[in-house]
């Protein structure tokens, strides 16, 4: 009769265990080593932010915004505070309104009804005295009215609110900044694509929108993949204009594709009016005719979005960057302006993006901030990974290096004390927990992968001299204490 349950990871999210988690660290490591070798510096962001930012820097209209965020009510007590006298409520009423108009309070249906709430309670409160207020402190604590919050689905936004919140603007030259972490999507869960996954992103915010800086951006994210042996890649780029271009040609795009909306299927009919350039993106073999036919983007650049897409080109050319250019690639966020690119690897099905990134212009100045250029991209961790080892190219991390093999209670203290001592110089050492008879003590050093096997029995104390076994191929040394040391450390090396 038992109703344990039987817990497990939430669907599209899981666990890394190790000896994965390795290979996960050493895959982040190297990306701090090469970003910083570019000068950028590390920006730890929130995992959650207001439902707002998200919304209206990645746009209503994109699946991410429409489905795919992680959003809840947040518990919570009025930004304000809350009135104690009856005094206090008249200014906090006038203190809450004055913010709501002032945009302080970000203008949501919760933050309306916390103004009317606050409206009405003053009010009887100023005829009725003292049991109004308590009456009302009471109710809003009972509405628990808190702010709408969102699991990060990315981390653009959070950067350009840090940004904005830190007046970054007045830091000398372009910010390079750079983040690391899980980001959160309700998408249908498939190889490569989870719920919960991670992403490696890097961002230059600042006054210069020059190509150069679109293309070390990508030399960086290149140089990155060649170190972490992710080289079955391709690179696409594109330009998708800007303010003074794009508009016309969205336009354009959409009076095309009205006339040949009844060939095409239910969302890309209703992408005509939300979102046409997203139409773009669509995978349908049957709309893939009709796509080809459609007028294309760089046929309608301006002359300035022309000429930086041009002297990108050159940019990546002089760095020896190899590229396809791919009209199509309108990425599925609203921000992106001129320069877009992406990354994909092979080995991983139709989830083959490994990164996606752009230029976004604009972005910092509509979530109010100054007018500030901005480029990025994000490396999806997960599939990065999965794509390095498809490739057969994961290198062997870290590992056991040596098993202390001890028997005999008297050794024990031995055994205690030389295991700290390699454990101080770097080494991965495993020292049983108990006695264990010597041939299962070897045996499990062998089952756990160690390199070395050190035995260590009651003879070796006495001698300060040990038993140094290579488990690969059964090859024994007789080193003093010394000598052992020295003699892991540089197998180590080799
Ligand atoms: P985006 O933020 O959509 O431009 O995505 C950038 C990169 O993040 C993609 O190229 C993928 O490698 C990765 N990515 C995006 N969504 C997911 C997901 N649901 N699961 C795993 N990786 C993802």
Redesign the pocket.
């Known amino acids: 009769m038992s109703d344990r349950k039987q817990f497990r990871a939430i669907k599209g999210t899981r666990d890394i265990l190790p000896p994965d988690s390795a290979l996960w660290n050493w895959f982040e490591h190297t990306a701090r080593e090469v970003f910083e070798s570019y000068n950028f510096g590390e920006i730890r962001l929130p995992i959650f932010e207001e439902t707002t930012l998200f919304a209206r820097s990645i746009g209503e209209e994109t699946d991410v915004v429409a489905k795919e965020m992680y959003t809840f009510q947040d518990r919570g007590t009025i930004q304000v505070g809350y009135p104690q006298t009856v005094e206090e409520v008249i200014s906090s009423d006038e203190a809450v309104r004055a913010a709501w108009e002032l945009k302080r309070l970000p203008q949501t249906p919760e933050n309306e009804l916390r103004v009317n709430l606050m409206h009405h309670a003053c009010r009887s409160i100023a005829e009725e005295g003292a049991p109004a207020l308590l009456r009302f402190v009471a109710e809003l604590h009972a509405l628990d009215l808190g702010d709408s919050i969102t699991l990060r689905p990315?981390a653009t936004a959070s950067v350009c609110r840090a940004y904005i919140e830190h007046n970054m603007q007045a830091l000398p030259a372009n910010q390079k900044l750079y983040y690391i972490g899980p980001m959160f999507?309700r998408?249908r869960p498939q190889k490569?694509?989870?719920?919960q996954?991670y992403?490696i992103g890097a961002e230059v915010l600042g006054q210069s929108d020059a190509p150069a800086i679109d293309a070390e951006v990508l030399e960086m994210l290149l140089v990155f993949f060649n170190r972490v042996g992710l080289t079955r890649t391709t690179l696409y780029v594109n330009s998708i204009g800007d303010k003074n271009c794009r508009p016309q040609y969205v336009e354009l795009l959409r009076e095309e594709l009205r006339k040949v909306k009844d060939k095409l299927k239910e969302d890309s009919q209703r992408r005509i009016e939300t979102n046409p350039l997203r139409v773009l993106d669509s995978k349908i073999p049957d709309e893939q005719p009709i796509i080809e036919k459609l007028p294309r983007i760089s046929d309608h650049l301006c002359d300035d979005c022309r000429a930086h897409f041009a002297k990108l080109k050159e940019e990546l050319n002089l760095r020896g960057i190899e590229y396809r250019e791919n009209w199509r690639l309108v990425?599925?966020?609203d921000y992106y302006t001129r320069t877009t690119f992406?990354v994909t690897a092979e080995g991983l099905g139709s989830q083959n993006?490994?990164?996606?990134?752009g230029r976004y212009d604009g972005l910092v100045e509509l979530l109010g901030g100054p007018p500030t250029k901005g480029i990025g991209f994000?490396?999806?961790t997960?599939?990065s990974i999965l794509s390095i080892e498809e490739g057969g190219n994961a290198p062997r991390i870290g590992g056991l290096a040596a098993y202390i093999a001890w028997m005999g209670q008297a050794s024990y203290p031995t055994a205690v004390n030389i295991a700290g001592k390699l454990r101080a110089a770097g080494l991965s050492v495993e020292l049983p927990p108990e006695e264990m008879k010597f041939k299962k003590s070897l045996g499990l050093a062998d089952k756990l992968g160690a390199r070395y096997a050190l035995i260590i029995g009651e003879d070796e104390v006495a001698s300060r001299t040990f038993t140094l076994k290579r488990l690969a191929d059964g090859d024994q040394k007789k080193l003093a204490e010394g000598e052992l040391l020295e003699y892991l450390e540089s197998e180590r090396r080799r």
């Open positions: 990315e999507r998408e490569g694509r989870y719920r996954f992403q990425r599925g966020l992406e993006a490994v990164c996606g990134g994000a490396i999806g997960d599939r």
